[in-house]
């Protein structure tokens, strides 16, 4: 394995073997003392006073980290009695262990510090002068006690020429049943040591990344500005004084770091300083003005702080490149994703921070890498893979400079295994702190140490979200190589262009290399599936849209968040987010639909059949096609065919009544189905069926009717000539009546008016039978369902 020759680092001469077994003799008197000192003592209580750890010390703080060589070194922490009987003449004391040489010495003294393994005379050293000890007369069971020490580095008798040392401070004292002096509790440190530069100082860029989970919702206001919506305001407490991103921009201002960011928070951050709602139950409620005023102050801050630095954007929403490739190749159109994601990560870092960010860096989770992984990495356009010594190893004696070509014109950029995971612990307690920031410290002296002459350059990628404690780890273990003695920073653009070492290793791990555990949090096939069904269903409704872009800006970049880094470890989380985008796009497609129609009547051979398209949207569609089916084409068709189709275009907020032409050929009931579909064929929506009742149609019987209303009218006609003739005979008897009168006894007979004479004319007061044939027509409905109008 890498490093091979640090094991030589510890080898004991003899001259020490013959020490180390004098002092383990030495350390057993106290326990012979013990089981001598009288039969009425009990063996376990032997035991307990011996024990190196009756009492617990805890390290603090250490100033400064790496001191130099006129520098008073400040060890300040607390130990606590856990025995039962109080300790006497106690004192509390620095010792200087054995000097570490290579790297894999300080990773078995690490074993050491946190197994807590008991005192070792050999390699725990010999205190210090008593003159810097801290005396303590007594210490009760179960009490604490602060300390601090304070040496001049020139007291500690250190190798000239540098090196990492093991730091211990011990606690010496008395108890009742041993009261002799004796080491109740040790804890240890690191101690680099290097008082002059190096010739050749390791280049070191340290990634210090800006991500986050997933915050915003697909959904958007119907308003202009499309006002987003936030799952809750989790963000806020993020982005607050003493927040975790807040400490991270705080931090990085200071440090010689390369900002690594995901855009998505960029973006997110973004839309809760421009305004934002947040979701509650089934509505929405405005965000506060307080938390716009703390997204719009993170921004700004993180603006300054990378004004002439080097920024990293990866791909926007930081997707999953190991589970694109491992699984979501399964899936057609599932690595389309990848390139839009990065073009929009340069577009979002540019007009949020107002700077160029590289995007030719991809990252995959915890460096691991496989062939698979750098083909989907290159798939989005980096030329370089951020990979992991853990991933990547070599089988040298010192640690190769970070890049090296791995064929196909891709950098791999191996960054340093045991320094990235550095600082993934709870560093919430002072003490794990301070370890962690010593061991990185003497790490990276042990690293320059094993060919001072020669420079390299060293990567550090941290885990993707440090907590703020972890962070502020991470600052101080950087501030405390402001010195340069042995470091000296450099940006990840210029790493990845360092030259390669001749021997480093370029083999790309096989599959079945990759770590189990990071391959059982991948996403299944079928989160792929579900995500291709989403954008299919999301192409179509764009395709209809006067202004997609109010669409697919906002559902794109939520499909981006499904396939985000974030969600590992959190199935759940990532399954819940899928369906909200999936219901929000879904409730969306379905504002433009049919208007269901009651069944329709059809009293003719042809008429126009009204079909009502509603578009609820706020902007109009445009390119959708309606096709009317009849289901029996013989009885009812749609111009002599089974089929119609008609354009359809709806403005926002309005309605559409498309009418289809129909002609008849038999009565009887006809089943009809209205479908919407896009420009190239796809159905839109669900179908719509209703019914034709179809009466009084066949030319057979037109012809029936024909005849009928022929024989009425000649039989009117007949009716009326009739009586035209009987009124006529009526009236000529009528005046040869009144002649004969006059005649017979009239006095004035022919001297009075002429008389009309037969057949002269109808009588002027004879009414003619103005009655209808037919009644009027009813304006009454003609019954259930629709009347068509012919």
Do not use: C
Not at 201 to 216: A, E, F, G, K, V
Not at 260 to 273: K, S
Not at 282 to 299: C, F, H, M, R
Not at 725 to 742: F, I, K, N
């Amino acid at each position: 394995m890498a490093e091979a020759a640090d094991t030589q680092g510890m080898r004991t001469p003899p001259a020490r073997r013959w020490l180390r077994r004098t002092a383990s003799v030495i350390a057993g008197l106290p326990l012979v003392a013990g089981l001598l000192w009288g039969p009425g003592t009990p063996a376990a209580t032997a035991q307990e006073a011996v024990g190196s750890s009756t009492v617990d010390v805890s390290l603090n703080t250490m100033t400064p980290a790496s001191p130099g060589e006129k520098d008073t070194i400040r060890i300040s922490g607390t130990v606590i009695n856990r025995g039962k009987q109080a300790i006497t003449d106690a004192h509390v004391d620095l010792r200087v262990g054995q000097q570490l040489t290579g790297r894999a010495a300080i990773d078995r003294a690490t074993e050491r510090v946190t197994e807590g393994r008991v005192f070792d005379p050999i390699l725990d050293g010999s205190r210090i002068d008593d003159k810097y000890a801290l005396e303590i007369p007594r210490l009760a069971a179960g009490v604490s006690q602060d300390f601090s020490l304070s040496v001049p580095a020139g007291e500690l008798d250190l190798d000239e020429n540098g090196g990492v040392y093991q730091l211990g401070v011990s606690l010496t004292g008395r108890t009742a049943a041993l009261p002799f002096d004796q080491v109740l509790g040790i804890e240890r440190t690191f101690l680099p040591w290097q008082p002059e530069a190096t010739e050749k100082r390791t280049q070191l860029t340290y990634l210090w990344p800006l991500i986050s989970t997933t915050h915003l919702t697909s959904e958007t206001g119907s308003d202009e500005q499309q006002t987003p919506v936030f799952e809750d305001e989790s963000l806020v407490a993020e982005l607050s004084p003493g927040g975790r991103l807040q400490q991270m921009v705080s931090l990085g201002t200071q440090l010689p770091v390369t900002w690594v960011v995901d855009p998505d928070l960029l973006a997110t951050v973004d839309a809760m300083a421009e305004g934002y709602v947040v979701r509650q139950g089934d509505t929405t409620v405005p965000g506060s003005e307080k938390n716009q005023k703390i997204a719009q102050s993170w921004l700004n801050d993180l603006g300054k702080a990378v004004q002439g630095r080097k920024v990293v954007a990866l791909p926007f929403a930081d997707p999953d490149l190991a589970s694109l490739a491992h699984r979501g190749k399964a899936v057609p159109g599932s690595l389309s994703h990848l390139q839009p994601a990065t073009e929009v990560a340069r577009a979002t870092v540019e007009s949020t921070l107002l700077t160029t960010p590289s995007v030719d860096f991809a990252w995959p989770v915890d460096g691991a890498v496989d062939a698979a992984i750098v083909d989907v990495a290159t798939s989005a356009g980096a030329d370089n893979v951020i990979a992991r010594s853990d991933s990547i190893g070599d089988d040298l004696p010192y640690t190769p400079t970070a890049a090296r070509p791995i064929g196909g014109g891709t950098t791999a950029v191996v960054a340093d295994s045991r320094l990235s995971k550095a600082f993934q612990g709870d560093m919430t307690r002072a003490d794990d702190s301070a370890l962690a920031v010593q061991t990185f410290l003497a790490q990276t002296l042990a690293l320059t140490l094993q060919d001072p002459e020669k420079q390299r350059s060293i990567v550090v990628a941290p885990q993707r979200m440090p907590t703020a404690a972890q962070a502020q780890s991470m600052a101080r273990a950087l501030q405390a190589l402001d010195g340069k003695r042995w470091t000296q920073p450099l940006d990840l653009p210029a790493a990845a262009e360092a030259k390669p070492d001749a021997d480093a290793n370029t083999r790309v791990p096989r599959a079945s290399e990759y770590p189990a555990k990071l391959r059982k949090q991948e996403m299944p096939v079928e989160t792929f599936r579900e995500i291709s069904g989403t954008q299919k269903n999301l192409d179509m409704f764009e395709g209809i849209l006067t202004q997609a872009d109010r669409v697919s800006t906002p559902f794109g970049r939520a499909i981006d968040r499904q396939l985000s880094t974030s969600w590992r470890g959190n199935p759940q989380g990532a399954q819940q987010y899928r369906g909200g985008v999936q219901t929000n796009l879904k409730n969306l497609t379905e504002e433009v639909q049919l208007i269901q129609k009651s069944d329709v009547t059809l009293s003719g051979r042809s008429a126009m059949i009204p079909v009502t398209v509603q578009n609820q949207l706020v902007q109009g569609v445009d390119d959708l096609v309606l096709r009317l089916t009849s289901q029996s084409p013989t009885r009812l068709g749609l111009d002599d065919k089974a089929m119609a189709e008609q354009p359809v275009r709806v403005g926002g907020g309005h309605s559409q009544t498309v009418k289809f032409p129909a002609v008849a050929n038999a009565n009887g009931q006809v089943q009809m189905t209205a479908q919407l579909f896009t420009k190239d064929g796809t159905p839109y929506g669900d179908s719509m069926a209703f019914t034709v009742k179809v009466s009084e149609i066949t030319p057979q019987v037109m012809l029936v009717i024909a005849g009928g209303v022929l024989l009425l009218v000649l039989a009117g006609i007949r009716m009326y000539t009739q009586r035209r003739r009987a009124a006529a005979l009526d009236a000529a008897g009528s005046g040869e009546r009144t002649a004969e009168e006059a005649a017979e006894g009239t006095p004035d007979a022919g001297t009075g008016d002429p008389v009309t004479q037969a057949g002269d004319g109808p009588d002027p007061g004879q009414a003619s039978d103005l009655s209808p044939d037919t009644r009027p027509e009813s304006a009454d409905p003609s019954g259930a369902g629709e009347k068509v109008d012919r």
